[in-house]
């Protein structure tokens, strides 16, 4: 299934809800950096698109842009955090959750992905009083 996946994820005209989809699959068979390469590909929408609320946006395909591109942040954060690269999961969740470019600022489910890496790093520390921060940030 993997190979199958790989040979869809290698079409250079991959469309974005094909990529979300297949590299989704990909990290559900822990097939982590073949997801992670078929999620970065997914182009961002025009910044002003980006920060709007979906609800906002009038046109379907703006709307299908900004909703593939946060859904497919969104697993590659997770694809990062399975896969054991903490740092690469953080700096994609602070990239869309932090700063004055920040799109998930009070989406549930990127604050979610968030906790789920506090808890991550915690359990990835040999000691248990270096991991208290991670667990009561």
Do not use: C
Request: glycine share 6%.
């Amino acid at each position: 299934v993997v190979n199958i996946l790989g040979k869809v994820a290698d079409d250079p005209k991959l469309s974005p809800r094909v990529a979300v989809f297949v590299g989704r699959s990909l990290r559900e068979l822990e097939a982590f950096d073949k997801a992670a390469d078929v999620l970065g590909k997914v182009p961002p929408p025009p910044p002003d698109l980006l920060m709007k609320k979906t609800s906002e946006l009038q046109k379907d395909e703006d709307r299908l842009l900004v909703l593939f591109y946060r859904g497919a942040q969104l697993e590659l954060a997770r694809t990062h955090r399975e896969a054991g690269k903490l740092n690469d999961a953080d700096e994609v969740l602070k990239k869309a959750m932090e700063g004055d470019a920040a799109y998930a600022k009070t989406a549930p489910d990127f604050r979610k992905e968030a906790v789920y890496l506090l808890e991550a790093r915690g359990a990835a520390e040999a000691d248990p009083k270096a991991a208290t921060p991670h667990w009561v940030a």
